[in-house]
């Protein structure tokens, strides 16, 4: 749990007390420094944003994946007869996908994770320093000025009007006023003013370092795909030891006994015989393509600036059934803008357009290199022709008092101006034009912007008299975060998607209500009323309750946040969460989907599934579509693999069976596989996975998929079983593992037909071209003797040819019966993308 920022405790200091200026003696000697280095009181931290080189190798080597087929690989290869080991380039290139893409992710973020302040201006032995902030030790005296990112959590011993924005850490977009003994924290910037302040929590106790330490514990995408894929292998991991060793007995069986293969050499037959069946029974192909997919999507989404960290991540979006956002950083780019100007007339009311001598002053306000965030917001309101002014003398903004003021020398502005807080700049004021003034300025504060007032004076006021009641109101100036042009349409986009939008943010309810509405979150017209999350249930049942009827919250801690992310996990959505700040950090890595901005705060982007290179929160339909096209396209595929998983397994069954009764081969060769596999399902099966797919997720894929490989993969079994037994006593073993890779083919093929989609001219030539280089291999030298296998006579082909149209019609049905069953199975919320 870590402490609020508002009310951190201060921690005992030694530094010496300041009295004076920046000019002054301040800091600790060499000598307390050094002290501090020894007892580790240094600012040192854990920068790492992603996983170290070994790790990620590691995490992609050792699956049980590469442990089944390696195990059969090695085996293989102690018979000498590496042509049967081809699938083991499977296992080479999934590992190298997964590492290659991992590690570049790695290096694109490791890039992004360069601290924007590194270094800091330190007094120390009664002089000024500028050391690394990796050298900061507790109780140093700093040096803070405009633009200057904090280092460290520190207490503020001298205040200049300084200013700093939190909202990385806090969610508030409105700059925070520092005054003398409040507290500044680390990672929060200063946009006005500046401060001499004392180090009071460095390295891993500051509060950004305590959030980032929580965030950083690693946790993988959750992947339905490969989360499929894991449970088939889990099952087959059970079985294949076993099955292996039973196979391989019953081959030798088969073969003549012990005496007759260790005498012969024909154990490496027996082994063989045993690795094909294993083999076939492990979806190495579905592995490597989910995973060349995943890549692909990621090479593509990096073309968007879109960099994914971990490849599930593009399936995760086209699941997403709740999006929660951050406002500042994903709704609005986090700077103050200018909406309007609004010239006020003789009763303070709303009148025409803005009069000449009041762009003047707006420029020259604008203008000033000592203006605070909200006075440089006005200059993107100045129109292009109104030329900044010559300025004067200045009365500096103070958070006590709530207005600055400066004179213009030159033009129809010439004179005094104030700008500040309305009620504060005609405080104490009852006259018909203050009343007016003030009635027209909370009207626009309805809407959540901020209303500063622009008044003329004979005068420049002084600090300590006030302004008085000398200030003719002139003009409103109406001031808001800007809302990124991309927002609305791509919320709509969401909301026509039927994913539920919830905006959680640190800042003022009504703020983000009024924002919510102004980007239309609910749908264009309705109006967003912002829920203050200091109200909110801690029990989860009430909270999910509570969230179907409050899309948007404001004052929410990051400890809300994580909570508000598992209440709607455990309504069954899965949750997608974007922000740039470290109060997202907990958040966005509970979230399924986890997305930060590219801007955004070092701890957010190593914890996120995906980031945002540019910021732009209008790619994420793009992500969408990549997520659809992967998990649609792989669904489809899936078929082909296991399909051949469950032949296997039901042929390696037989054969274990029938070692019993009458000892057999094992119809296949690993290599005769291989041709099957390449032909009928690697092949196709990578085409058919590229083009883009608009349809929707639907969950249930292994129950989908399931439902037809299996009993198709019995109909393959029991097809190629009665062609190899019809033939092997009449031509031979070698014609009958001919004749039943040749079914296996044909077969094939009607399940690519049937899972092909849409009927493309291109489809229609992919499946005449593999048919024909499957069936001229025993014409062609060189595959025949690769792939072992003869040339049928007519009668054979006849044979074949016969099983495949009695096997094709019963997979038609087998597939009708099968998505029947499946449909009805599916949940009623499956319509949507979840």
């Known amino acids: 749990m870590t402490t609020s920022p508002r009310h951190a405790p201060s921690s005992p200091s030694g530094a010496e007390t300041v009295e004076g200026g920046s000019g002054s003696t301040l800091g600790l000697s060499d000598a307390e420094v050094a002290e501090r280095v020894a007892s580790g009181r240094v600012n040192v931290t854990d920068d790492a944003s992603s996983r170290s080189v070994w790790e990620i190798l590691r995490a992609n080597t050792f699956t049980l994946f590469n442990a089944m087929l390696g195990a059969a690989f090695v085996l293989v290869l102690t018979t000498g007869r590496w042509q049967d080991g081809l699938f083991g380039f499977v296992l080479v290139l999934n590992t190298g996908i997964g590492v290659l893409t991992e590690y570049r992710a790695k290096r694109t973020l490791d890039d992004l994770a360069i601290l924007d302040a590194p270094t800091a201006r330190v007094h120390r032995a009664g002089g000024m320093r500028e050391v690394p902030v990796a050298e900061i030790v507790l109780d140093d005296v700093l040096e803070l000025g405009t633009g200057d990112q904090v280092p460290v959590d520190a207490v503020v011993l001298t205040s200049r009007g300084l200013e700093a924005n939190e909202s990385l850490l806090?969610?508030?977009?409105?700059?925070?006023?520092?005054?003398?003994?409040?507290?500044?924290?680390?990672?929060?910037?200063?946009?006005?003013?500046?401060?001499?302040?004392?180090?009071?929590?460095?390295?891993?106790?500051?509060?950004?370092?305590?959030?980032?330490?929580?965030?950083?514990?690693?946790?993988?995408?959750?992947?339905?795909?490969?989360?499929?894929?894991?449970?088939?292998?889990?099952?087959?991991?059970?079985?294949?030891v076993p099955m292996a060793l039973l196979l391989g007995l019953s081959q030798v069986r088969a073969l003549g006994g012990w005496h007759e293969v260790t005498s012969t050499g024909t154990w490496r037959d027996a082994v063989v015989q045993a690795v094909a069946g294993v083999v076939g029974m492990i979806p190495d192909g579905l592995v490597?393509?989910?995973?060349?997919?995943?890549?692909?999507?990621?090479?593509?989404?990096?073309?968007?600036?879109?960099?994914?960290?971990?490849?599930?991540?593009?399936?995760?979006?086209?699941?997403?059934?709740?999006?929660?956002?951050?406002?500042?950083?994903?709704?609005?780019?986090?700077?103050?803008?200018?909406?309007?100007?609004?010239?006020?007339?003789?009763?303070?009311?709303?009148?025409?357009?803005?009069?000449?001598?009041?762009?003047?002053a707006v420029a020259g306000i604008a203008s000033d290199p000592e203006a605070n965030a909200t006075a440089g917001a006005l200059a993107g309101a100045v129109p292009a022709d109104v030329a900044a002014p010559r300025v004067g003398e200045r009365v500096p903004f103070s958070s006590e008092r709530k207005w600055s003021a400066l004179e213009i020398a030159d033009g129809d502005a010439a004179g005094s101006w104030v700008l500040g807080a309305p009620e504060f700049v005609l405080a104490d004021r009852d006259d018909a034009v203050a009343r007016g003034a003030l009635r027209?300025?909370?009207?626009?504060?309805?809407?959540?912007?901020?209303?500063?007032?622009?008044?003329?004076?004979?005068?420049?006021?002084?600090?300590?008299?006030?302004?008085?009641?000398?200030?003719?109101?002139?003009?409103?100036?109406?001031?808001?975060?800007?809302?990124?042009?991309?927002?609305?349409?791509?919320?709509?986009?969401?909301?026509?998607?039927?994913?539920?939008?919830?905006?959680?943010?640190?800042?003022?309810?009504?703020?983000?209500?009024?924002?919510?509405?102004?980007v239309e979150l609910l749908g264009p017209g309705e109006a967003v009323e912002g829920i203050d999350a200091r109200s909110l249930p801690e029990d989860v049942t009430r909270l999910a309750d509570l969230l179907e009827d409050a899309p948007v919250l404001g004052r929410v801690t990051p400890e809300q946040k994580v909570a508000i992310v598992e209440a709607l996990q455990h309504s069954g959505h899965t949750v997608a969460m974007t922000g740039d700040g470290v109060n997202d950090a907990l958040a966005i890595k509970t979230a399924d989907l986890g997305i930060a901005m590219g801007n955004g705060a070092r701890a957010t982007k190593?914890?996120?599934?995906?980031?945002?290179?540019?910021?732009?929160?209008?790619?994420?339909?793009?992500?969408?579509?990549?997520?659809?096209?992967?998990?649609?396209?792989?669904?489809?595929?899936?078929?082909?693999?296991?399909?051949?998983?469950?032949?296997?397994?039901?042929?390696?069954?037989?054969?274990?069976?029938?070692?019993?009764?009458?000892?057999?081969?094992?119809?296949?060769?690993?290599?005769?596989?291989?041709?099957?596999?390449?032909?009928?399902?690697?092949?196709?099966?990578?085409?058919?996975?590229?083009?883009?797919?608009?349809?929707?997720?639907?969950?249930?894929?292994?129950?989908?998929?399931?439902?037809?490989?299996?009993?198709?993969?019995?109909?393959?079994?029991?097809?190629?079983?009665?062609?190899?037994?019809?033939?092997?006593?009449?031509?031979?073993?070698?014609?009958?593992?001919?004749?039943?890779?040749?079914?296996?083919?044909?077969?094939?093929?009607?399940?690519?037909?049937?899972?092909?989609?849409?009927?493309?001219?291109?489809?229609?030539?992919?499946?005449?071209?593999?048919?024909?280089?499957?069936?001229?291999?025993?014409?062609?030298?060189?595959?025949?003797?690769?792939?072992?296998?003869?040339?049928?006579?007519?009668?054979?082909?006849?044979?074949?040819?016969?099983?495949?149209?009695?096997?094709?019609?019963?997979?038609?049905?087998?597939?009708?019966?099968?998505?029947?069953?499946?449909?009805?199975a599916t949940e009623p919320r499956s319509a949507k993308i979840s």
């Open 606 to 824: 190593a914890v996120s599934r995906l980031v945002l290179l540019d910021g732009r929160f209008s790619v994420l339909p793009g992500v969408l579509a990549q997520g659809r096209r992967v998990i649609a396209n792989m669904e489809r595929v899936a078929n082909f693999f296991l399909v051949k998983t469950a032949y296997s397994t039901v042929l390696a069954l037989v054969t274990i069976l029938a070692a019993f009764a009458l000892p057999i081969g094992y119809p296949f060769l690993p290599r005769q596989l291989t041709l099957v596999s390449a032909l009928t399902i690697g092949i196709p099966g990578f085409l058919l996975s590229l083009p883009p797919s608009g349809q929707r997720y639907v969950p249930g894929f292994l129950r989908r998929v399931l439902a037809f490989a299996i009993p198709a993969g019995v109909l393959f079994a029991a097809a190629a079983l009665t062609v190899y037994l019809a033939v092997r006593e009449s031509a031979g073993e070698e014609m009958a593992r001919t004749l039943a890779t040749f079914v296996a083919l044909g077969l094939g093929m009607v399940v690519v037909v049937l899972h092909a989609g849409e009927p493309v001219w291109w489809k229609g030539v992919m499946v005449v071209v593999l048919l024909a280089a499957g069936l001229a291999a025993p014409y062609v030298p060189l595959a025949a003797d690769f792939f072992l296998v003869e040339r049928p006579t007519l009668a054979h082909w006849g044979l074949v040819g016969a099983v495949v149209v009695v096997g094709g019609a019963l997979l038609v049905v087998v597939r009708r019966v099968g998505r029947a069953w499946a449909s009805r």
């Open 440 to 518: 027209t300025a909370a009207g626009l504060a309805t809407t959540g912007s901020r209303v500063v007032l622009l008044g003329r004076t004979d005068a420049l006021p002084q600090v300590d008299a006030g302004v008085g009641p000398a200030v003719t109101p002139v003009a409103l100036a109406v001031l808001a975060e800007h809302v990124r042009d991309d927002a609305a349409r791509t919320l709509a986009f969401f909301r026509d998607q039927d994913v539920e939008l919830h905006v959680v943010s640190g800042d003022n309810p009504e703020t983000v209500g009024a924002i919510a509405t102004k």
């Open 288 to 360: 490597l393509l989910v995973s060349i997919n995943f890549a692909l999507a990621a090479v593509v989404l990096a073309r968007q600036n879109v960099l994914v960290q971990e490849l599930p991540a593009v399936e995760i979006l086209a699941r997403v059934d709740a999006l929660c956002l951050d406002k500042t950083g994903t709704i609005t780019d986090g700077a103050v803008a200018c909406d309007e100007v609004v010239p006020l007339g003789a009763d303070g009311a709303r009148t025409g357009e803005v009069p000449h001598a009041t762009w003047l």
């Open 170 to 240: 806090t969610g508030e977009s409105r700059p925070v006023r520092k005054a003398t003994d409040d507290e500044v924290l680390s990672g929060s910037s200063i946009v006005a003013g500046s401060a001499t302040v004392r180090a009071d929590r460095v390295g891993a106790d500051s509060y950004a370092q305590k959030i980032t330490a929580a965030a950083r514990r690693y946790s993988l995408a959750s992947s339905e795909l490969q989360g499929a894929i894991r449970s088939i292998l889990r099952v087959v991991s059970w079985i294949i």
